[in-house]
T-cell receptor, first 114, second 116 residues
Framework: AQSVTQLGSHVSVSEGALVLLRCNYS??????LFWYVQYPNQGLQLLLK??????LVKGINGFEAEFKKSETSFHLTKPSAHMSDAAEYFC????????????FGRGTSLIVHP | DVKVTQSSRYLVKRTGEKVFLECVQD?????MFWYRQDPGLGLRLIYF???????EKGDIPEGYSVSREKKERFSLILESASTNQTSMYLC???????????????FGSGTRLTVV
């Protein structure tokens, strides 16, 4: 079984501040991990993914995430928030060798203040 | 770029109507999925298909059915729409490989369905 927990349904930052969105997962086998972004009234767009190899993964729009096995975490960060980053962010996990259907977190809404 | 197209962005239907939501992808993906998205509940899987004419129930299939007659098209059917099916519906597709889970999904823009 696999699960995803996103801490905080809403995160508020000022423009230019660090963005940190938290994701913890559980999986009985090595995971594949994803972050998706959803802008208002749109579908989800893949931001970045971790499958194997380097644990620090860079994605689009300046976002990156680090896979930490010991902490079962895959937190999403961006050094400097832009107003255009305001969106809903979803973490998801699938498991190698298991069902390829991902489990999604409930999402974190990022609010960026001027 | 892979494109997943959902035929309608907004739909308003009456209780009891039969509703068809259409989804088409243009990159020869094997796998296709239907989710509904509700505030505070995230994405919930309704049905998925890993091949033409194949379908599997997801977490919340009750009140829904699907059809996949062609590889590129995956339809979601609400047999008799009810107000509790008012939601955002998202279609997605992915490659089928030995480890399909590692490629991620491509999503459509969503259909916001209101049942009155």
């Amino acid at each position: 079984a696999q699960s995803v927990t996103q801490l905080g349904s809403h995160v508020s930052v000022s423009e230019g501040a660090l963005v940190l969105l938290r994701c913890n997962y559980s999986s009985s086998v090595p995971p594949y991990l994803f972050w998706y972004v959803q802008y208002p009234n749109q579908g989800l767009q893949l931001l970045l993914k971790y499958t194997t190899g380097a644990t620090l993964v860079k994605g689009i729009n300046g976002f990156e995430a680090e896979f930490k096995k010991s902490e079962t975490s895959f937190h999403l960060t961006k050094p400097s928030a832009h107003m255009s980053d305001a969106a809903e962010y979803f973490c998801a996990v699938t498991s190698s060798g298991g069902s390829y259907i991902p489990t999604f977190g409930r999402g974190t809404s990022l609010i960026v203040h001027p | 770029d892979v494109k997943v197209t959902q035929s309608s962005r907004y739909l308003v239907k009456r209780t009891g109507e039969k509703v068809f939501l259409e989804c088409v992808q243009d990159m020869d993906h094997e796998n296709m999925f239907w989710y509904r998205q509700d505030p505070g509940l995230g994405l919930r899987l309704i049905y998925f298909s890993y091949d033409v004419k194949m379908k599997e129930k997801g977490d919340i299939p009750e009140g829904y059915s699907v059809s996949r007659e062609k590889k590129e098209r995956f339809s979601l059917i609400l047999e008799s729409a009810s107000t509790n099916q008012t939601s955002m519906y998202l279609c997605a597709s992915s490659f089928d490989t030995a480890q399909p889970g590692n490629y991620g999904y491509t999503f459509g823009s969503g259909t916001r369905l209101t049942v009155v």
